[in-house]
């Protein structure tokens, strides 16, 4: 029988500890994929019930939203119709008050 050096047998400890650690790290990465992916599903959701959900009849113009925006978010297509000061619907700016009326379709 032959003999096996001790540096023949210290490379295969270290080959086999590597190969657990990258399976590990495998594992590790999958269960991390799948909780973000779960976290992105719940605010998904989140945010499609906020983009449901009724406004105040008086509401109030944030940065960046349109009168397109906000007639979606708020369910009222007639904006501009309810709130004569509007005079340019393109001239609206953050803290311009508006009035909802959400259009109902029953």
Same mark, same amino acid.
């Given at each position: %029988?032959?003999? +096996?050096?001790?540096?023949? $047998?210290?490379?295969?400890?270290?080959?086999?500890?590597?190969?657990?650690?990258?399976?590990? %790290?495998? $594992?590790?990465?999958?269960? /991390?994929?799948?909780?973000? /992916? =779960?976290?992105? %599903? +719940?605010?998904?959701?989140?945010?499609?019930?906020?983009?449901?959900? &009724?406004?105040?009849? $008086?509401? +109030?113009?944030? /940065?960046?939203?349109?009168?397109?925006?906000?007639? /979606?978010?708020?369910?009222? !297509?007639?904006?501009?119709? =309810?709130? !004569?000061?509007?005079?340019? !619907?393109?001239?609206?700016? !953050?803290?311009? +008050?508006?009035? $909802?009326? &959400?259009?109902?379709?029953?």
């Amino acid at each position: %029988m032959g003999r +096996v050096h001790s540096s023949t $047998i210290l490379a295969e400890a270290v080959s086999l500890y590597s190969s657990l650690l990258l399976a590990l %790290m495998l $594992i590790l990465s999958c269960c /991390e994929s799948l909780a973000t /992916e =779960e976290k992105q %599903m +719940v605010f998904t959701v989140r945010v499609k019930d906020s983009i449901h959900k &009724p406004c105040d009849e $008086i509401y +109030v113009v944030r /940065e960046g939203e349109t009168l397109h925006t906000i007639s /979606e978010k708020c369910g009222d !297509p007639y904006i501009v119709e =309810e709130n !004569p000061h509007i005079h340019d !619907p393109d001239d609206i700016f !953050p803290g311009l +008050v508006i009035k $909802i009326s &959400p259009f109902k379709n029953k």
